[in-house]
């Protein structure tokens, strides 16, 4: 990839860039010149507003195929496992939208200060928006990552979609265990050829992430601010995207995040895992589970519907862990009819205290049991992974009251947890 300096015509006139050409796929404009500046941001040129280019610096000869890149002699071994979403996908500009790339070795490609990080192996699992993303493909990851390690990778990197990527996080951090080094998955909220993307400053994160010494777990790394320079490590069971479009969406829920990565240094705030081995995979899984909001209108009648359907329901609560009372027979029928019934908060933050008002402790002699502060969708991934562990209740209700992977805590209610401060306001 040459470096280039362009004279672009505008109407305050002149205004030169220079940057690293990047690769054309087969969606790009025919008439848009795509740099990648110095500052890590994309920028899209049309040619006919060119009015003088100069090469600057000719390709080294890289190797464009990152799939078969051979392990460079000091540097870690780390495998990124595409999977699709924003930050693997690129903008067709004859329609505008948005499709997931089919190559994990194009992704890298276009940000190759990961290539001063670490040795890459660039393999593709699959293509999807992260929207189309099934239980079934968080077992081919956990699989993925287990090869991966069983090769000699230092660390693996995950790119994945943004809006379940808390699922996936979640779901790997209950399948792996003993990990011998990271699990990165990162995603962007702008795609990768946009001029605003997040992708390669993400990317690059990452991959500082993956060649970690001290870190042994699941971790989702994003955004720290809205502006560039840091980027947090938040841990795989314990984060959520909160905002839909801004590039600091994910944030740690009942917990700081893990550590950052700032000034390409990683600054670890505590260590989430310990090392432990060997590398097991327990990737079994029963979707026959359900997140459920008791919400005011929800109906006794679609309670009872779910019966024969799924064998566990996770509540999404009220407050400390409330459902209305006029659910209560409902509920009652479906616990005596072998359905598991667990209870999160709807607040997130803070945790499920079932003894404090009546109602709590009638659902709790119902038979609906507090899962403390896990998340509600870390803990329907869980009842997922639990239910395919076992075919025992006893056993199903054993493992989910108990922290596998740092999903629940004994903290109190009241506790405030603080993300520590960041530099420039972000």
Request: net charge neutral; glycine share 10%; hydrophobic share 45%.
């Amino acid at each position: 990839m040459d470096k280039v300096e362009v004279a672009v015509k505008g109407p305050a006139g002149l205004r030169t860039f220079s940057g690293i050409v990047m690769p054309r796929h087969g969606a790009s404009g025919e008439d848009i010149l795509i740099l990648k500046l110095k500052s890590g941001y994309n920028v899209g040129i049309s040619v006919t507003r060119i009015e003088e280019a100069r090469l600057l610096e000719k390709a080294a000869g890289r190797p464009r195929a990152l799939a078969e890149v051979a392990h460079r002699p000091g540097l870690p071994l780390v495998h990124i496992l595409s999977t699709g979403g924003t930050i693997a996908s690129y903008v067709d500009y004859n329609t505008g939208a948005v499709h997931p790339a089919l190559d994990a070795a194009q992704l890298a490609a276009q940000v190759p200060e990961v290539l001063d990080i670490c040795s890459v192996k660039a393999v593709i699992l699959m293509g999807k928006l992260s929207e189309d993303m099934l239980p079934a493909d968080w077992a081919v990851i956990a699989r993925a990552v287990k090869a991966a390690f069983d090769e000699g990778a230092s660390g693996v990197i995950v790119p994945h979609g943004t809006d379940t990527m808390g699922y996936t996080a979640a779901a790997l951090s209950f399948m792996l265990r003993g990990l011998p080094g990271p699990v990165v998955l990162v995603g962007s909220q702008r795609s990768s050829d946009r001029p605003s993307s997040d992708a390669s400053s993400n990317l690059v994160a990452a991959a500082r992430t993956a060649v970690c010494k001290g870190l042994f777990g699941v971790y989702v790394v994003m955004h720290a601010g809205t502006s560039d320079g840091c980027v947090l490590i938040h841990r795989g069971v314990r984060v959520r995207k909160m905002h839909a479009s801004r590039r600091d969406a994910f944030q740690s829920i009942n917990e700081a995040p893990v550590g950052k990565v700032q000034d390409a240094m990683v600054v670890l705030y505590k260590t989430a895992d310990k090392p432990g081995g060997p590398l097991e995979v327990k990737d079994g899984l029963d979707p026959s589970a359900i997140l459920v909001q008791a919400q005011p209108g929800l109906t006794s009648e679609f309670l009872l519907s779910l019966k024969g359907q799924y064998r566990g329901v996770v509540l999404s609560g009220s407050g400390l862990g409330h459902a209305g009372t006029h659910l209560h027979p409902a509920l009652k029928e479906l616990i005596s009819s072998g359905v598991l019934v667990f209870m999160t908060s709807q607040c997130l933050s803070g945790r499920v205290n079932m003894n404090v008002y009546s109602t709590g402790r009638q659902l709790q002699d119902i038979g609906v049991l507090p899962l403390g502060d896990c998340l509600p969708e870390t803990a329907l991934v869980k009842l997922m992974w639990a239910l395919g562990q076992t075919k025992d209740p006893v056993k199903v209700k054993e493992l989910m009251l108990t922290d596998i992977a740092g999903e629940t805590s004994g903290a109190s209610a009241s506790d405030v947890y603080a993300v520590p401060p960041l530099p420039g306001g972000d």
